[in-house]
């Protein structure tokens, strides 16, 4: 059985003993990309409350009554991995809407991993409270903030992704932003108005990447050629507005 997600039933899973456990969806034990600079494993928590289209774990969007995998199973395998891989990602779905994340970073930390965040910023709060334990986060920015309603599927859900990176550029912790790009979903003209109100937010570290067709179950990004776009002379304006710009392609 699953259940879909809003914003009103993440926070009262937080009262639920049975919501007190991580609820993972599955885990990557080894990876070299997903982390800069370091080795490491990624851990999947199921559910998202929000529905973008270009998801490319979009089965990991609903969250199950019951979880796949225990988290203590998943920490013993951790546990195995100390000394070959140096840290741990929690990524999504959200992780963030899980209630049960501070704790598991705070399992994680002790193994002696250094620990980071995949998020797409719609619980401010609760990212504001893991802060403090992660040595490195990444936060997906969808689009200028006044329009994440046309990707999200969620009204006010730029307010809280914007609450969510100025809390990230105040914490004195490691980030980077970045954006996916489809030319169904933002036009160069956007790409670029979203470049600039990160720059006045003082983002110094920014990666711009090309939708990508594995995973995504919506039919229409899928059937759109995206050949040229983002076209060289965008890349080329953001590479000169940020201190650390990256550009991944398809």
């Given at each position: 059985m699953?259940?879909?997600?809003?914003?009103?039933?993440?926070?009262?899973?937080a009262?639920?003993?049975?919501?007190?456990?991580?609820?993972?969806?599955?885990?990557?034990?080894?990876?070299?990309?997903?982390?800069?600079?370091?080795?490491?494993?990624?851990?999947?928590?199921?559910?998202?409350?929000?529905?973008?289209?270009?998801?490319?774990?979009?089965?990991?969007?609903?969250?199950?009554?019951?979880?796949?995998?225990?988290?203590?199973?998943?920490?013993?395998?951790?546990q195995k991995?100390?000394?070959?891989?140096?840290?741990?990602?929690?990524?999504?779905g959200?992780p963030?809407?899980?209630?049960?994340?501070?704790?598991?970073?705070?399992?994680?930390?002790?193994?002696?991993f250094?620990?980071?965040?995949?998020?797409?910023?719609?619980?401010?709060?609760?990212?504001?409270?893991?802060?403090?334990?992660?040595?490195?986060?990444?936060?997906?920015?969808k689009?200028?903030?006044?329009?994440y309603?046309?990707?999200?599927?969620?009204?006010?859900?730029?307010?809280?992704a914007?609450v969510?990176?100025?809390?990230?550029?105040?914490?004195?912790?490691?980030y980077?932003?970045?954006?996916?790009?489809?030319?169904?979903?933002?036009?160069?003209?956007?790409?670029?108005?979203?470049?600039?109100?990160?720059v006045?937010?003082?983002?110094?570290?920014?990666?711009l990447?090309?939708?990508?067709a594995?995973?995504?179950?919506?039919?229409?990004?899928k059937?759109?050629?995206?050949?040229g776009?983002?076209?060289?002379k965008?890349v080329?304006?953001?590479?000169?507005?940020?201190?650390?710009?990256?550009?991944?392609?398809?």
């Amino acid at each position: 059985m699953s259940v879909s997600i809003s914003a009103s039933s993440a926070r009262n899973a937080a009262t639920d003993p049975a919501q007190r456990t991580l609820k993972v969806g599955g885990i990557t034990p080894f990876t070299s990309t997903d982390y800069p600079g370091k080795l490491a494993a990624v851990v999947f928590v199921q559910g998202c409350a929000w529905q973008c289209g270009y998801c490319h774990n979009p089965h990991l969007q609903l969250r199950l009554q019951k979880s796949p995998l225990q988290w203590s199973k998943v920490l013993g395998l951790l546990q195995k991995r100390v000394g070959l891989i140096d840290g741990v990602v929690f990524s999504g779905g959200e992780p963030t809407l899980d209630p049960a994340v501070g704790s598991a970073i705070r399992d994680v930390r002790k193994l002696g991993f250094s620990v980071g965040l995949h998020t797409g910023g719609s619980y401010p709060q609760r990212l504001a409270e893991l802060l403090p334990d992660l040595d490195w986060i990444a936060l997906d920015i969808k689009a200028p903030f006044s329009q994440y309603e046309k990707i999200t599927g969620v009204a006010d859900s730029g307010e809280q992704a914007r609450v969510c990176a100025e809390s990230i550029l105040a914490s004195a912790v490691p980030y980077e932003f970045r954006t996916t790009v489809h030319p169904s979903l933002l036009s160069e003209t956007e790409i670029l108005e979203l470049a600039q109100t990160l720059v006045a937010m003082g983002v110094k570290n920014y990666a711009l990447q090309s939708f990508r067709a594995q995973g995504c179950k919506t039919k229409a990004l899928k059937a759109t050629a995206i050949a040229g776009f983002p076209s060289e002379k965008l890349v080329q304006q953001l590479a000169e507005m940020f201190p650390n710009f990256s550009y991944r392609p398809a």
